[in-house]
């Protein structure tokens, strides 16, 4: 799972609490790759690692982010 695609700030971000969330959430990243999105791809959970969800939620705007996917 790539963090980004063809080096462009990715605008969306795509989150998985766990890897086994991926195979849902790869149809996501498809349509995104078809409309030429750049996103980035992560897993943070909010249960395990609630900190490092917030710390993730703060910088976002920071980072480019302008929306965020999560299951």
């Known amino acids: 799972m790539a963090a980004q695609q063809s080096g462009q700030t990715p605008l969306v971000s795509v ?26 791809k992560r897993i943070v959970s909010a249960h395990r690692t609630p900190r490092r969800m917030y710390e993730f939620a703060q910088g976002a705007e920071a980072r480019g982010i302008r929306v965020i996917l999560s299951l």
């Open 15 to 40: 989150i998985m609490g766990s890897q086994s969330d991926w195979p849902t959430m790869c149809k996501a990243v498809e349509v995104l790759d078809a409309l030429d999105v750049p996103c980035e």
